[in-house]
């Protein structure tokens, strides 16, 4: 395996179309999949309340892993991103991580613009600024049938 450098881990994270949120709930790991865009060194996610929204308020301190897997090679590379999670106050603020998040994936879910789109309320925006993060690849050393991450 081999180590991304920080501005490697963050293009992965940036450029991720899925993620996966950790959180501590009642003392038990909580993972769950986001979708989510990186604004101002933050990564941010539109949400209902529930669990995760509840366990952060328990404990703002969470993860956030991303990663992409080549079929053809089994080569693939993850970034992990730890920060305190804050969730956002701001109404202006809100509405431009909604569109943010909008313009990220306008190609899965077309234009709001479009028959049947509206522009959906802000919801629970989760602001989780990046204290550190880190990534690794697969790397090259292993054959395709032996490399670490692949069933």
């Not at 790991?29 to 989510?36: A, D, E, G, K, W």
Request: one cysteine or more; charged letters at 20%; hydrophobic letters at 40%.
């Amino acid at each position: 395996m081999q180590d991304l450098t920080t501005d490697q881990a963050r293009q992965l994270m940036s450029e991720a179309m899925v993620a996966h949120l950790g959180v501590i709930d009642h003392g038990e790991p909580y993972v769950t999949p986001i979708s989510f865009v990186v604004a101002d060194n933050a990564i941010c996610v539109r949400t209902g309340g529930g669990r995760r929204v509840d366990a952060i308020a328990e404990n703002p301190r969470v993860c956030v892993e991303a990663s992409e897997f080549d079929v053809d090679s089994g080569n693939w590379q993850s970034a992990i991103a730890w920060g305190e999670a804050e969730l956002m106050e701001d109404d202006a603020g809100a509405r431009d991580i909604v569109l943010a998040l909008m313009e990220k994936y306008r190609p899965s879910i077309g234009s709001p613009l479009s028959p049947g789109g509206s522009f959906p309320g802000a919801g629970v925006i989760i602001r989780i600024p990046i204290d550190h993060i880190t990534g690794r690849a697969s790397g090259s050393f292993f054959s395709v049938r032996t490399r670490p991450g692949r069933l």
